[in-house]
């Protein structure tokens, strides 16, 4: 009986339409099960000394644009407890870069990168 169930279920999955063509193996699944993505938190400021800041909770490892509205205004950043976050210059984390720890740059001027920042990464 186990058999013929199991039979039925794998008739059922083979004949049903995969709207998502995963090409991972089931040991790949259960990494990522046993490994969500790390989140921390990012956060810079259009003024020195943490002054109008946007928060951001980036995936480590995942480099991000800002905004545009945000493309080269940065003056003071601050990482979460832990990681580095290395800025850059350009967007796709490209350019001139700058490594930043926790409790952050409180003036980006004194590194020679204010109103510089175009895209920051954290690991
Ligand atoms: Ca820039």
Redesign the pocket.
């Known amino acids: 009986m186990k058999y013929l169930a199991l039979a039925s279920i794998l008739a059922l999955a083979s004949s049903a339409p995969s709207p998502i063509q995963a090409d991972i193996a089931l040991g790949d699944v259960a990494e990522v099960i046993q490994s969500p993505a790390a989140v921390t938190t990012f956060t810079y400021c259009k003024d020195k000394d943490f002054k109008n800041c946007r928060d951001q909770n980036p995936i480590i490892g995942t480099c991000y644009n800002v905004i545009d509205s945000w ?2 205004v940065a003056s003071s950043v601050r990482p979460g407890v832990g990681v580095t976050c290395y800025i850059y ?2 967007k796709g984390c490209s ?1 001139r870069d700058q490594a930043v720890v926790a409790p952050g740059i409180s003036n980006l001027q004194s590194y020679a990168f204010n109103d ?3 895209s920051y990464k954290c690991i």
């Open positions: 493309d080269n210059e350009n350019g510089i920042m175009s």
